[in-house]
């Protein structure tokens, strides 16, 4: 997952970004929203952490288990969620596809960070194959979504905040659906 310097300061970027956007949201919505919001706000850090580049920190060996308890709680609430009448199965596959990523980076044969070396390959390729074709769908999806929706919005009230925006949740979603896309291309 930690790629040449440039594209993973780049991914960090997009997901600190994506993540502090749905920490600001939390703080204008409630009820459903608002937990919508914290669990992304979860997945965007995360993901920026995991992105670092080597050169600037190279994580060590327990990190991938911290990594996959915490999108692993992530998944339980997600699960639990959708038991309960919740709407986010997507929430769930993204935090799972994290776990996977983390316990793949964290495997004997895949060494601390086989993202590195062209042709190391960690994980299941069935399964990474799968979320690869998932999240390639998603992105399309979210994307031709994104283009009514930010037309509709251009002729929207002045006075709604920024924060409140439903494009700017979908671009948020997409965002990190992107950078998810992209470790699992590496992994």
Not at 109 to 119: D, L, N, V
Not at 158 to 178: D, I, K, N, Y
Request: with cysteine; net charge positive.
């Amino acid at each position: 997952m930690h790629g040449p310097a440039l594209s993973g300061w780049l991914m960090v970027a997009l997901c600190a970004a994506a993540g502090a956007y749905c920490l600001l949201r939390m703080r204008v919505c409630a009820g459903e929203e608002r937990r919508t919001a914290g669990g992304e706000a979860v997945m965007g850090f995360g993901m920026a952490s995991m992105a670092l580049p080597a050169a600037v920190l190279t994580p060590p060996g327990w990190s991938w288990a911290v990594y996959a308890a915490v999108f692993g709680c992530a998944a339980l609430r997600g699960l639990l969620a959708l038991r309960h009448g919740g709407r986010h199965l997507h929430h769930l596959v993204g935090s799972l596809a994290m776990v996977y990523m983390a316990v793949a980076m964290a495997s004997p044969g895949a060494g601390a960070h086989a993202g590195h070396t062209a042709g190391a390959a960690g994980g299941i390729p069935v399964l990474t194959g799968g979320l690869l074709l998932y999240y390639m769908v998603y992105v399309l999806h979210a994307g031709a979504r994104l283009v009514p929706v930010a037309a509709a919005a251009a002729g929207g009230g002045p006075g709604q905040a920024w924060t409140a925006r439903p494009e700017l949740a979908l671009v948020c979603r997409l965002s990190m659906a992107l950078a998810t896309l992209a470790m699992l291309v590496t992994l």
